[in-house]
């Protein structure tokens, strides 16, 4: 999933990285081309899936001992390839003047992060949104269950971008779950609304469960606009791009 930046958005940005020092580095203004972009995003996020599946035929493989040995040769030479021109940090959210934004290194939406689903959420209408995905192996807390801090990662997620709809930056403040149920690895589908806003204080309600059937963990959160930050309240704001 791709987020798109209006000009507005690239406006308020710029400001707010720099207002906010060292974190809102991690917003960087990169004018590489769109369609540069876009080339690099499809590679990436082709090795990216490939990484997954590599970590699931990890977690599950029952090879013999020495063949786990040899693959293990093979990927430490992958990595070392990669490692030939590598960021200094973490990849940040990038956003370019014609209103692209990337940010391919996200725990939760990240197209380049193999530790991330990626989940691809939608947003409906300001206010509400949704995704639907499938938490396989790589996310096992309790045996054959989603793990509670994963689900408490994908909610928050969610949520806070449903905070901002991509016009204002929000943070999480206080985020209070009720695992109601087991949620089983498999298909799952997050919903996400804004219940509430006071001043820079924003309420989001959130679940998680098996599509279909009752929620597994219902999720309250106090999102924040915090003091220092630019507010973008109109309608060029970040969208999600149609390409996902
Ligand atoms: C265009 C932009 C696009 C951006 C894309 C976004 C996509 C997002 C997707 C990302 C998703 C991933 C999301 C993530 O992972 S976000 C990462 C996890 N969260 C953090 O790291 C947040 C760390 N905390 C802070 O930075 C600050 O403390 C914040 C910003 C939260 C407040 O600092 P600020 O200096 O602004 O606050 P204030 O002192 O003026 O207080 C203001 C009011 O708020 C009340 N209060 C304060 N703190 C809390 C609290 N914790 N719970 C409840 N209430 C709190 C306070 O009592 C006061 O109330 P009142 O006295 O007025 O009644």
């Known amino acids: 999933m791709v987020c798109t930046a209006g000009p507005a958005a690239s406006g308020a940005l710029s400001v707010m990285r720099e207002t906010l020092g060292m974190t809102m580095e991690m917003f960087i203004h990169d004018e590489t081309p769109t369609d540069e972009v876009d080339r690099r995003e499809k590679v990436l996020s082709g090795l990216a899936d490939s990484v997954r599946d590599l970590v699931d035929a990890t977690i599950r493989s029952t090879v013999p001992d020495d063949e786990l040995a040899a693959v293990r040769a093979e990927v430490a030479a992958l990595a070392a390839r990669l490692r030939r021109q590598q960021l200094p940090g973490p990849a940040g959210v990038h956003y370019n003047s014609e209103g692209r934004s ?143």
């Open 102 to 244: 990337w940010n391919w290194g996200n725990a939760v939406v990240g197209l380049g992060n193999a530790v991330a689903p990626p989940v691809e959420i939608v947003h409906d209408a300001f206010g509400s949104a949704y995704a639907e995905m499938t938490l396989g192996a790589a996310y096992e807390g309790p045996p054959g269950m989603v793990h509670g801090g994963v689900s408490a990662l994908m909610l928050d997620q969610i949520m806070g971008e449903t905070a901002s709809g991509f016009k204002r930056l929000t943070m999480t403040g206080t985020l209070t779950l009720r695992y109601r149920r087991p949620l089983p690895l498999g298909p799952v589908r997050m919903d996400a609304r804004i219940a509430g806003e006071e001043g820079r204080k924003i309420t989001v309600e959130a679940r998680i469960g098996v599509p279909g059937e009752d929620t597994a963990v219902e999720a309250t959160g106090l999102f924040l606009i915090p003091r220092w930050a630019s507010v973008d309240e109109t309608e060029q704001g970040w969208s999600r791009s149609a390409e996902g």
